[in-house]
């Protein structure tokens, strides 16, 4: 089946960092990717939907400056927090929709735990 | 704006008792539904899903669902649950497959033995 592939699946860092995020499509080319986040014991939240060579669209209350989405080919999307604090350790997470089959559901990342110091 | 209310925050069952987990959502148009897992430390899981047709839905591991429009309800059922069901539920909505999901709050269900 399709594997979309986040890498890395757990970060650690001292405040003041960028850190980056790649979400990959192994086996298929995604049109959508999508980049959702998820605080502790609570549900996953849709931060931006990106869509390959062009800008993102950012949700509501999401700093585009502070979380660049880059979606450069069919196969790969990076976000990138910049400047990262505590408050912005969390689960984030991508899922992909399948070039040809976008009646099909997303397929999701294993996720990437990033956590500021 | 579309919202997804799952009713219950904390499950805990017995091995072998029925489950049943209740999602609403608000949206008055089409809509395909989701129910995913996420086990401990691991990814989202596609339970199962509904687009069109048959209200009941059949899932991996013995999951089902069933979509009632009028209720606007997906609840998510299994008749026998075991201990390797304890996991994170999360009921999702999207109106058309080119858009996000949107994931009501989740339910924690602790199976013990």
């Known amino acids: 089946g399709a594997v979309v592939s986040q890498h890395p699946s757990r970060v650690i860092c001292k405040s003041g960092t960028s850190v980056k995020i790649e979400c990959r499509s192994l086996?298929?080319?995604?049109?959508?990717m999508f980049w959702y986040r998820q605080f502790p014991k609570q549900s996953l939240m849709l931060m931006a939907t990106?869509?390959?060579?062009?800008?993102?669209?950012?949700e509501q209350g999401v700093e585009k400056d502070k979380f660049l989405i880059n979606h450069a080919s069919l196969t790969l999307s990076t976000l990138t927090v910049t400047s990262a604090h505590p408050e912005d350790s969390s689960f984030y997470i991508c899922?992909?929709?399948?070039?040809?089959?976008?009646?099909?559901?997303?397929?999701f990342g294993d996720g990437t735990r990033l956590s500021i110091l | 704006a579309q919202s997804v209310s799952q009713h219950n925050h904390h499950v805990i069952l017995s091995e072998a008792a029925s489950l049943e987990l209740g999602c609403n959502y608000s949206?008055?148009?089409?809509?395909?539904l989701f129910w995913y897992v996420q086990y401990p430390g691991q990814h989202l899981q596609l339970l199962l899903k509904?687009?069109?047709?048959?209200?009941l839905v059949k899932g991996i591991k013995g999951f089902e669902a069933e979509f009632i429009k009028s209720k606007f309800s997906f609840n998510l059922r299994k008749p026998s649950v075991q201990w390797s069901d304890t996991a994170e539920y999360f009921c999702?909505?999207?109106?058309?497959?080119?858009?996000?999901?949107?994931f009501g709050k989740g339910t924690s269900l602790l199976v013990t033995p």
């Open positions: 086996d298929f080319q995604a049109t959508t």
């Open positions: 990106s869509n390959e060579g062009s800008k993102a669209t950012y």
């Open positions: 509904y687009f069109s047709g048959d209200p």
């Open positions: 899922s992909a929709r399948e070039r040809g089959r976008e009646d099909q559901p997303q397929h």
């Open positions: 949206y008055g148009g089409t809509v395909n």
């Open positions: 999702a909505v999207n109106e058309d497959s080119g858009y996000a999901l949107n």
